[in-house]
Every structure is written in structure tokens, then in C-alpha cells.
């Protein structure tokens, strides 16, 4: 059986590691670099850096800070933000990404997604969706731009349109449930999980390690992401990890000699 992963995400702006609600109201959560070290050596799966103002303010990743972070760390790195050229993709790559996240590019011009993995192959390329629910029953809307912008379309329907486009994988955050520590749009993530075949990462709303639990069962999520858990040091990953292998769910094993 495939292990589920857990994935801390590093939301950064201004060079620095920030937590909000709903995308707004940003709180400092350290130096990107430091905080990403400690999640190697806790045996996080992945880490998800996300620059989450590059496309609202229309410029680049910061590059360098991606590089530092890549260099410091052994486990494989998604990096988003301000991604919108098969040049930025390569740009990352090159900077030690082992994979690239689009999310306002994608939706602009959904051609772009086909042709990053056409050149560089689906496993490395994640479409990103920031979703919101909307006026009916079981509908959720992507909104672009880190979440400031309505588009009109259908979650559901594009994260389908997203995989035979060639994403790789999925990254699915709440914008309802981000930052509120209720947990993840279950409704949401099963929708998601049940209409594509690619692997899905729930985001938004972790507050306790059963909403990691219900997110790998209940919304049938292949990965669960979260921020400030672990940032503020609520709970760690060999916490988490060890509460989802007692209930049965099959992680992969933190390092030897780890102390929680």
C-alpha cells in the first residue's frame, strides 16, 4: 500500500515564512531556510514553498531564497508563486525545486500547463487550486491570484481538465477553511479526489492531527498539507506521523534517532 505523505508548506512574502486566515491578516512565522531544516530533520515526506504575493505583485519567485532552501534540505521541494513561463519553471528546477507549482498561469492560459509537462514531464509539474464554495450545494469556485481573484470556474471540472492537461499531481487548498483550524473542506477534496487519478494534496484548515486523519480517509486525499501546526509548534511531524500509523493509516518512518 502506497504510504500517505505529510507535507509542511512554508507560505512566504518578503523573504520571510507567514501563516494567515483566508489568505489575509499574515502572521511571522520565521526565516524560510531555519524552519525548513527542522522539517527535514523531523522526517517530514515533502515541502511545499509557495511565494504567495509573486502573481498579485506580478513578479518572480524569489529565487534565492528557493536555492537556500533546496540546498539546505533532502526531502523533495515544490516550489509556486509567480510562475508563468517554461523559462520560470526551468529557472526553479535549476535552483533545486523537484517540482513546480502553477496556479494564476494555468488558469490565464491552460495550454501552458500541456506544454510545462511536455518538456519537463508530469511529475514534476503540480497544478495548484485555490478554491471557494460557492452559491449552490456541492460547488466550489477557483479563485487566482492568491485567492483575490473570482474566475468563475468550477473546481471540480478543472482539476479534471488540469490532469488530462498533464498535471502531475493536485494541490488543493480551502479558502473557506484556511487558517480557521476546523479542518479541510472534506466535501471539497473527496470531489476533487474521486474525479481525477493523479494524486491529491488537501490544504487548508488543519488545527488538530485528526483533521490530518480525515483528510486522508474521509476526503480521500493521497498527501495532507499543513502550516501552522507545525510552524507554531502545536504538534511535530513524528507527532503526526505517529498518531496516523496508530490509526492505521501507513506513513513513511521518520529519521533513526529522531526525538519528538
Keep these: 500500500m502506497l504510504t500517505k505523505r505529510i507535507i509542511p508548506c512554508l507560505d512566504v512574502k518578503d523573504g520571510r515564512v507567514v501563516k494567515g486566515v483566508s489568505f489575509v491578516n499574515l502572521r511571522d512565522a520565521g526565516d524560510p531556510v531555519a524552519v525548513a531544516m527542522v522539517y527535514d530533520r523531523e522526517g517530514a515526506d515533502e515541502l511545499c514553498f509557495l511565494d ?3 502573481s498579485h505583485e506580478n513578479r518572480k519567485t524569489i529565487i534565492d531564497v528557493v536555492e537556500r532552501t533546496a540546498a539546505s534540505v533532502f526531502m523533495p521541494v515544490t516550489v509556486g508563486g509567480g510562475v508563468r513561463t517554461l523559462d520560470d519553471i526551468r529557472n526553479l528546477l535549476n535552483a533545486g525545486a523537484d517540482k513546480v507549482s502553477i496556479n494564476t498561469a494555468a488558469v490565464e492560459r491552460p495550454d501552458f500547463v500541456k506544454e510545462a509537462a511536455e518538456r519537463f514531464g508530469t511529475q514534476c509539474i503540480v497544478v495548484a487550486i485555490d478554491a471557494k464554495r460557492g452559491a449552490q450545494p456541492a460547488s466550489w469556485e477557483v ?6 481573484k473570482p474566475t468563475g470556474i468550477n473546481a471540480v471540472a478543472w482539476a ?4 488530462r492537461y498533464g498535471a502531475g499531481e493536485i494541490l488543493l487548498t480551502s479558502m473557506d477553511e484556511d487558517g ?6 472534506l466535501g471539497l477534496t473527496a470531489a476533487i479526489a474521486q474525479r481525477v487519478s493523479v494524486p491529491v494534496i488537501a490544504s487548508g484548515g488543519v488545527g488538530t492531527l485528526e483533521h490530518l486523519y480525515d483528510g486522508l480517509v474521509k476526503g480521500k486525499a493521497d498527501a495532507v498539507l499543513a502550516a ?3 510552524h507554531f509548534r502545536t504538534y511535530t511531524i513524528p507527532q503526526a506521523k505517529a ?3 496508530d490509526r492505521g493509516v501507513p506513513v513513511r518512518e521518520e529519521p533513526a534517532g529522531q526525538v519528538e
Design 52 to 54: 504567495i504575493t509573486a
Design 243 to 245: 498518531y496516523l500509523r
Design 143 to 148: 479563485f487566482t491570484h492568491g485567492g483575490r
Design 180 to 185: 480557521q483550524q476546523r479542518g479541510y473542506d
Design 160 to 163: 479534471h481538465r488540469m490532469e
Design 228 to 230: 501552522s501546526i507545525f
